[in-house]
């Protein structure tokens, strides 16, 4: 390194510089040369100096930004916090096909919600987080909630089998007993499986319901609703498909029933699914749901599973039939092809990136478009319970009011209740946001019932 004071003949002037490492002056000190010596040299000088000046001020900058950062570690996602913590009562109801487990939640003496789950999901995964909402609580009240789970899908539950009447009774009570067990155990078919609602509804005493399905669940709650219009409501169906399953569903099912036989959860399983619940967007962005429910699956027993996807996609067309009689000409809905009206009303939600959102056109053309509310959910993907419950809880609320429930809930109210549970939040008050607790113990500030004027 070298510190010089360098003379230049041409202008008579001194330049002082400090640091000046030996390749620099070999390039830029040259005694007697052009007149502009001066100036490169200054060039030189003043860019190393503004260097050193911007690094300094970069790590006193630094200083300053990392003081008063605390690092938190970020909380898993869950979809209903403590699960013993949830108010729910849980009922094995023998039918012919099989048991079911139902999951009560609410007063029995208010009026009946039955909810069907999807293929690989069951009342915790697909509904509870939902029914958990702060939003739905006020609507709750006037409710209560009915989750039926298909059998041998429930979290924790035994490989379906025949068992022999003569051997010794299994604990697990989705075995129904079947005498010869050389045989291998039937699962239900899709029109079996909204037969076995009957039992459910004959148990608790309920005469008629409204019924909230998505998928597969959708499926079997329309099915019933054809067989037994006077037992049905409404319905509020996510993601239905009316039609049969195409070549290309049938070969990915096929495949994954194959897996799931063996005994284990692929990824091939596992990828195929997450589609089949959100759609390739929301699998690609939402990575925090993705994870959860990516971790939800290890409870799902995978021969079960595999009898549940095998029955869904063996399923028979729906014969459901829109009337539109041509002017002047009385129709008879379903002539001569065995297709009926649904008699209830329907409420169909969708989001716009669904991988369903064609089979939901095609089922909102199948229904009378005078009892028929058709709801795609903009910036959403498969499950629009879990990625825009706001916009689901709003939509079913309005649906209820329609049918005459819960008359005087205003939205004013809901958006109250909504702003007071976020400043509770962030105040660390209280829990009541996504995924709280239900039931009585729930802290979500509570719409009160406003009485009716005469």
């Known amino acids: 390194m070298y ?10 002037s001194i330049v002082e510089f400090l640091s000046l490492n030996q390749l620099d002056i070999e390039k830029n000190i040259t005694m007697n040369t052009e007149p502009n010596f001066c100036d490169c040299l200054c060039s030189v000088l003043m860019s190393r100096r503004n260097k050193r000046k911007r690094k300094r001020m970069a790590e006193k900058l630094t200083d300053i930004e990392l ?19 949830v108010l729910l009562q849980e009922d094995d109801i023998e039918t012919g096909r099989g048991t079911l487990r139902v999951a009560v939640q609410g007063d029995r003496s208010k009026a009946a919600i039955i909810t069907y789950h999807d293929i690989g999901l069951n009342h915790v995964t697909n509904f509870q987080g939902f029914f958990s909402y702060g939003d739905m609580q006020p609507i709750l009240r006037h409710f209560c909630v009915y989750h039926i789970n298909a059998p041998g899908q429930h979290d924790g539950a035994l490989p379906l089998m025949q068992r022999n009447m003569n051997t010794e009774p299994h604990d697990d009570p989705a075995m129904p007993l079947v005498k010869g067990a050389d045989k291998r155990y039937h699962f239900p078919s899709m029109d079996e499986l909204s037969e076995m609602i009957l039992p459910v509804l004959q148990f608790y005493g309920i005469k008629h319901f409204i019924g909230f ?84 699956m290890k409870h799902i027993n995978p021969h079960n599973l595999a009898l549940f996807i095998e029955s869904y996609t063996k399923r028979t067309a729906l014969a459901v039939h829109r009337d539109l009689p041509k002017l002047g ?43 028929t509310s058709w709801m795609k959910i903009s910036d959403c993907g498969g499950m629009p319970l879990e990625e825009a419950p706001e916009k689901v809880c709003d939509a079913f609320r309005l649906f209820l009011q329609g049918l005459g429930y819960v008359p005087f809930m205003s939205q004013t109210k809901i958006m109250e209740s909504r702003s007071a549970a976020s400043r509770a939040s962030l105040l660390g008050a209280g829990g009541g946001g996504r995924g709280s607790i239900t039931g009585t113990t729930h802290q979500t500030p509570v719409v009160q019932e406003q009485e009716a004027e005469c």
Not at 67 to 85: A, H, N
Not at 351 to 364: E, I, T, W, Y
């Open 3 to 12: 510190s010089s004071v360098v003379v230049c003949s041409s202008s008579n």
């Open 67 to 85: 003081t008063g950062i605390i690092l938190e570690e970020t909380k898993p996602r869950t979809l209903g916090g403590d699960p013993s913590s």
């Open 213 to 296: 399905g998505m998928g597969a669940g959708a499926n079997i709650l329309t099915r019933f609703a054809l067989n037994h219009p006077e037992k049905v409501d409404a319905l509020a169906l996510v993601n239905c498909t009316a039609s049969v399953s195409g070549w290309t569903e049938w070969g990915w099912q096929k495949l994954n029933t194959w897996y799931l036989k063996s005994g284990s959860m692929t990824g091939f399983t596992e990828d195929y699914l997450l589609w089949h619940w959100f759609g390739q967007k929301t699998v690609d962005q939402n990575y925090d749901l993705v994870r959860m429910y990516r971790d939800t």
């Open 329 to 371: 000409v009385k129709s008879t809905p379903g002539k001569n092809t065995g297709a009926r009206a649904l008699d209830c009303d329907v409420l169909l939600m969708a989001g716009d990136n669904s991988p369903h959102l064609d089979a939901m056109v095609d089922m909102n053309s199948r229904i009378d478009p005078s009892k």
